[in-house]
């Protein structure tokens, strides 16, 4: 293969001790709330209660174990994880992990349940771990808190020495859980509440002298009416005069069109026409005495010819 990935490739990242221990603690307390477990996807509701806490888990077989397991509700989870076997997609089906499962149920057992690690290797989807190695990818896989887990008696007493409580301290050296700062999580109560309100200050209005965008008034005629009073009344008055054009205009074409405005057209064209024709008449006469007295030798042509040049 060309340029295959190296040995030495940084496959992860370095988070700091203290920030995974904290991630621990949010995803074991994610566990305990119903709501994020159902929105990842377990069957819980003949779950009795959550966090899950069984007295033991310590059968002889793999049949004991999922009657136990079964009796605490978890038969619809683990029907759930058995009906999602697919087939792996792509070239991965030909390594070891060929089929696909959904995340069942995580046992975390304390060192009561030796056999708890031989009889549940042969259940799809149920997942073991010891609650003194508990893996962040186990109880979030995904990144997705909410992971349906079953904690035997044991491993369940054994959490507040490990990672402490309100009363007891972590063996882990130098790690205490991160403490919420409010009392009541009721913001909104804080905030209407007669103590706070008290103390604020009245709220400020900021009143705007001019308009933040520059308008035109030319097209803005209440930018032009600040700038020009009479601008409204010049509208109307042309509006108005736009009406008195309009009629106007109806009026002389109804006139145009009657019988007498076409009886006085034809008396206009007959005049016209009457003009008209004098002063063809006249001007043929002009031109025959012109001629004449070309005939005659009284007048030169090319005298004549001049003189127009000059005019």
């Known amino acids: 293969m060309f340029a295959p990935l190296k040995v030495w490739r940084k496959w992860q990242r370095k ?25 990842r996807g377990h069957r819980i509701d003949s779950v009795p209660e959550l966090p899950l806490v069984v007295n033991s888990l310590n059968g002889e077989t793999t049949k004991a174990l999922l009657e136990n397991l079964n009796k605490v509700g978890a038969q619809d989870d683990l029907t759930r994880v058995r009906r999602s076997k697919r087939t792996r ?22 060192d009561d349940d030796s ?11 149920v997942e073991i771990c010891h609650v003194s190695r508990i893996n962040l990818l186990q109880l979030a896989p995904g990144g997705h808190l909410g992971r349906f887990i079953i904690f ?40 209407n509440s007669d103590q706070v309100q008290s103390k604020l200050r009245d709220q400020r209005t ?19 009416q600040k700038l020009n009073p009479y601008s409204k009344t010049a509208r109307e008055l042309e509006a108005k005069a736009t009406l008195a ?42 031109q025959k005495v012109i ?7 009284l007048l030169d042509q090319s005298s004549e010819e001049e003189e127009e040049d000059d005019e």
Not at 90 to 110: E, Q, V
């Open 15 to 39: 988070v700091n001790l203290n920030q995974k221990r904290n991630a621990v603690c949010s995803a074991l307390a994610a566990a305990a709330c119903a709501p994020l477990v159902q929105a």
């Open 89 to 110: 997609a792509g070239i991965g089906k030909m390594k070891n992990s060929r089929f696909t499962f959904r995340k069942g149920p995580l046992i975390i057992y304390g």
């Open 245 to 286: 054009r309009v009629a106007a205009r109806k009026a002389a074409l109804a006139k145009k069109h009657s019988k007498a405005g076409r009886a006085e057209k034809a008396k206009r064209t007959a005049r016209f026409n009457m003009l008209h024709e004098n002063l063809e008449e006249s001007f043929r006469d002009a």
């Open 115 to 125: 056999n708890l690690k031989r009889t549940s290797r042969n259940l799809g989807g």
């Open 152 to 191: 035997t008696k044991d491993a369940f007493a054994k959490l507040d020495g490990l990672y402490g409580s309100a009363t007891e301290k972590s063996c882990k050296k130098g790690f205490t859980q991160q403490r919420s700062l409010m009392a009541c999580a009721d913001l909104a109560r804080i905030i």
């Open 291 to 297: 001629e004449d007295e070309i005939k005659a030798g």
């Open 206 to 224: 900021s009143v705007r002298a001019h308009d933040k965008t520059k308008k035109n008034p030319l097209k803005n005629r209440v930018m032009m």
